[in-house]
């Protein structure tokens, strides 16, 4: 497992931008794709973007395709997603996941992940 922390959450205008953070600890995350989710108040968590260990392959759920850009930094043990052309939809708690595998052959599922962040709020004003 890896230890992750988010960070960059925060109040935005419809419209506006946000850029999330996650630092990694840990030996294993250059072998690790990352995963962002999401969870809306009294809903389950979903999918946002995913990438692969080397980052050379991504996913992204088809409401945030084209807005957000998933992105890492091995040699920081960083990954990032950045936000734009923020919808009030996009309010949640914003979770980065470490996967269980280099280079997975899907990114959706929750139960292939086995490292959690805290969580961290994003709040988009309309």
């Known amino acids: 497992q890896v230890q992750l922390v988010e960070s960059g959450g925060g109040l935005v205008q419809a419209g506006g931008s946000l850029r999330l953070s996650c630092a990694a600890s840990?030996?294993?995350?250059?072998?690790?794709?990352m995963g962002w989710f999401r969870r809306h108040p009294g809903k389950e968590r979903e999918f946002v973007a995913g990438?692969?260990?080397?980052?050379?392959?991504?996913r992204y759920a088809d409401s945030v395709k084209g807005r957000f850009t998933i992105s890492r930094d091995n040699a920081k043990n960083m990954v990032y997603v950045q936000m734009n052309s923020l919808k009030p939809e996009d309010a949640a708690v914003y979770y980065c996941?470490?996967?269980?595998?280099?280079?997975?052959?899907?990114?959706?599922?929750?139960?292939?992940?086995?490292?959690w962040g805290q969580g961290t709020q994003v709040t988009v004003a309309s």
């Open positions: 990438i692969s260990g080397s980052g050379g392959t991504t």
């Open positions: 996941a470490g996967s269980r595998y280099f280079l997975p052959s899907a990114y959706e599922n929750p139960q292939d992940y086995d490292s």
């Open positions: 840990g030996r294993t995350f250059n072998n690790r794709a």
